[in-house]
């Protein structure tokens, strides 16, 4: 199981510190973020439903579940494949930190 884990935490990181700070330097794609530390906030705000930190130690890769990294993993596949709404997400993540109403 731990090997599971491990598998979906570097796609995770893979996908959060290569593949979507990549694709948001392109400017037609008029992405909030291009950071990877702010798509890894973006991720790990909506595994946990509010800001990840009050609810996982950090750094949070080392002390993910599998369950947690499993939907990281996929969260993150979700925004490089189109199909989340990284706005929405964005804007959301940003609300359960007080810096939007």
């Not at 199981?1 to 008029?30: F, I, K, N, W």
């Not at 930190?53 to 990294?69: C, F, G, S, V």
């Amino acid at each position: 199981m731990e090997t599971r884990q491990s598998e979906h935490v570097a796609e995770y990181l893979r996908l959060t510190r290569e593949v979507l700070p990549e694709m948001a330097r392109d400017p037609a794609r008029g992405w909030p973020v291009v950071n990877d530390h702010c798509f890894q906030r973006i991720v790990l705000d909506h595994v946990c439903g509010g800001v990840w930190y009050d609810h996982i130690e950090r750094p949070a890769y080392k002390h993910l579940t599998d369950e947690q990294a499993e939907k990281a993993a996929r969260l993150a596949g979700d925004i490089a494949d189109g199909v989340a709404d990284l706005h929405g997400m964005n804007r959301q993540s940003l609300i359960w930190r007080g810096k939007l109403r």
